[in-house]
């Protein structure tokens, strides 16, 4: 049976295991994201490979999480609550010693691994955009184990880096070893990727999400059926470790307001702006960064530079977890968050140009809520009544979604990270779009694209 296109309904990939139409004759690949699989065949090996991609970014979370918690506690005898307590309560003395460990630590190990292992990749953005998906395990797995040492001794970068890569890298093998198509090994790898952030942070949906927008740049079905699917084992799996409840725990739920509104149109604009100097920011130092024989001196100096600036601020030691925690809560002052807001990128920044490998999702997440504080904490002057914790969601959504340039998944993580602010989604998604339209429109990097490496030097990474 044909329908009025001449297109058979025997075309759609997977056929159907009912061939006849429903009542009105209508074929069901009129709808768009059912026609077909596209490049990468949804098949039974898929599949599978799926589940274990799944498994095994779960498993590598626990254990890249597990080496994260065991530098915390040596450098700044940290066992649970909030990291930049830990942190404060140390001396001076221990905190810079801690990161000037971390420092000598990165630079030999990077500069180790970089040197012989120069022709193997670990770079998951660049094998999904640009590549055939095919990563190193092996300088994936020490790439990311630095990562996490030098992150629990202080250093300011992100700690999602590291699953992601590895969740990508087990995808990559995975592909292998079922001889899948090099379709299917990209998207299996950003699958694995996405799953990976979704473990250690457990944002199943967020890293679906961030898996179709950000990694693979597509929302259809044979897209989102298996991120949702890879990210889901992940996050189940990972639960043999880390916590099953929100990152940000105990976050009020915050309530509409005029106020809250009128602000978020305003700052979306002030936050897109911020976020294209950010971006350009990040795309500077890591295409200047350290190499060679230079990060030898160039990361001991700059973590050097980080430890002493953490002897007033110590909320800078780390991803910034505990920063944007406060400021969701809406404790701190209004100076305190502006200079952590202005600090923060900067440190992030000298990290990165220091030849050091890390995520800047919670770093720029943090930056936003800081950033939402202090504008919010300024405008409750003019127009009183909401609370401060409720201006930081709306800018670190806005500030993520801009900056990654996934609004949707901006969205979407903060909520399942903080378990609230539905019921200010309306202002967070103007501030979003907002910001999100002005970085588009004025420069179109993010932070994944802004830091690729020249195309000449694509194996440094």
Known sequence: MAKSGGESERLRVPQPLIKRRIASGRGAMEQPNVTHDGEARLTPRFWLAVVLTGVAAGLFGDLLMWVLAVFERLGFNYHSGSFQNAVAAVSGLRRISSLLAAGVIGALSWYLIRRYLKNEKAEIDEAVWNGSGELSPRRSFLTSVVSEVVIGLGASVGREAAPKLMGGASGSVISRWFHLTPAQKRLLVACGGG???????????GGALFTAEVLYGSFALPVVFPALATSLVATVVAWIYLPSGATYADIPNYRFSASLMVWSLLAGVVIGLLAVFYVRLIGWV????????NIFWAMPLAFLVVGVLGLWYPQL?????????????????????????????????????????????????????????????AWIHLWPGTPVGAFALVGAAAMIGATMQAPLAGLVLVVELTHGGLAIMIPMMAATVIATFLVRQIDGYSIYSARLPHRDASLES
């Open 195 to 205: 799953a990976g952030l979704a473990a250690v942070y457990n944002v199943p949906l």
């Open 286 to 293: 890591s295409h200047h960064r350290a190499k060679g024989a």
């Open 317 to 377: 030691f780390g991803n910034g977890k505990d920063m944007a925690h406060e400021a969701f809560l809406g404790v701190g002052s209004i100076g305190l968050l502006f200079a952590l807001f202005a600090l923060k990128p900067l440190v992030t920044a000298l990290t990165l140009g220091s030849g050091a490998a890390g995520g800047v999702f919670t770093p720029f997440l943090s930056t936003g809520a800081l950033l939402g504080g202090f504008l919010g904490a």
